[in-house]
């Protein structure tokens, strides 16, 4: 409570002492939340933001819990730079270059109802999805980041393309 006092009063002394106190957790609900989709520099870009989000707002924050404010903070952060990855996820079973993802235009109608469903997937599922969509990563180079099986990742694209249709046609996105 002491550092969140002089936060609040403009010590950044009190916040690097947050800091130093709740780093390590603040990147690890930023990781647990995304998974593997972030890399090591995104996770310590978004801690980075977390505790730019707490000095800016330390006037806001009520009551004397700042471990759960700085976790709801990580976790949000997480997945709104997950939702800007999702953006523009093609549907196709080849795997997309960069170039081609950046190249892709599909309505912003299009764009939220692929980006929810995506978000909404289980997180193994939803980390197969984005590694070998948004990243481009091979399914085998897929199936030993997660630790699937070549066939499990392949299954589950496949699995998670027809749910991905189904819900956008569903949403009236495509007929």
Known sequence: M?????IQNGSERALGRVIDKFSAYVCTVIRNTAG?????????????????????????????NLKAYLGRIAHNSALNRLRQITESL????????ESDLIGEVI???EREAVRSAVMEMNSPDREIFLRYYYNAEPVKVVAEGT?????AVKHRLSR?????RARIVKEGCYE
């Open 147 to 151: 630790g699937l099986t070549e066939a």
């Open 160 to 164: 998670g393309r027809e749910k991905l």
């Open 107 to 109: 309505s912003n109608e």
């Open 36 to 64: 593997d989709s972030l890399s090591h520099e995104d996770v310590e870009e978004l801690a980075s933001d977390v505790f730019l989000a707490l000095w800016n707002n330390a006037d806001k924050i009520r009551g004397d």
């Open 90 to 97: 093609p549907l196709d079973d080849e795997t997309v270059s």
């Open 2 to 6: 002491f550092d969140l006092w002089g």
